[in-house]
């Protein structure tokens, strides 16, 4: 994919995520139950993005502890954990039709830009970084990546604002109990 190409897709991915939710919405038929297991889900991708957010020092350094010595995208990997949440709490097929078709569409693009940047930022330490750790789905760190011994900082949590997730995760909750109780 050339660099316009993946620029518009990066453009475009919040504008199309506002049809998408209503669309998502529209076909929901949440229940108590669908609902309970969604939010138990969402949770853990919640938990994870949470995790990640508390090892990130954006455009300050390269990222390799916690989640990061698993996965490259730790906030992606739990962003499409919380996605499959809200799907389960959705219950509806057509609905997880919509939300996986935009994450399949907006993801991979998104993805490459910010390799392309880590890269291009942090050269051969990215690049032997890239090379131990897979670009999304998680394996098991086989050493310890990086010279210094970080760990979690809840105010590197507060300062990514990886609270605004759980704030939209319960509003999106909320909803879906919403429609659940006026439709029934």
């Known amino acids: 994919m050339t660099a316009a190409a993946t620029n518009f897709w990066i453009r475009w991915r919040v504008r199309i995520g506002y049809p998408v939710a209503i669309a998502y919405l529209i076909f929901t038929k949440p229940t108590p139950r669908s609902l309970m297991i969604g939010g138990i889900v969402g949770a853990l991708g919640l938990a994870i993005r949470a995790w990640a957010a508390g090892y990130l020092r954006k455009h300050e350094s390269l990222a390799t502890r916690g989640p990061y010595a698993f996965t490259r995208n730790p906030l992606y990997f739990g962003s499409v954990i919380l996605a499959v949440g809200f799907v389960v709490a959705g219950w509806s097929i057509w609905g997880g039709i919509i939300v996986a078709a935009y994450l ?7 993805m490459r830009r910010e390799e392309a940047e880590l ?16 670009l999304f789905w998680p394996k098991p760190a086989r050493r310890s990546l990086g010279a210094e011994q970080e760990s979690f900082s809840p105010k590197l949590y507060l300062k990514n604002r990886e609270y605004e997730a759980t704030i939209g995760f319960l509003f999106g909750l909320a909803v879906l109990w919403a429609k659940m109780h006026w439709l029934h």
């Not at 399949?104 to 998104?110: D, E, I, N, R, S």
């Not at 890269?119 to 897979?134: D, I, L, N, T």
């Open 119 to 134: 890269q291009s930022h942090y050269g051969e330490a990215f690049s032997e970084y890239a090379a131990r750790v897979p």
């Open 104 to 110: 399949t569409l907006f993801y991979p693009a998104v």
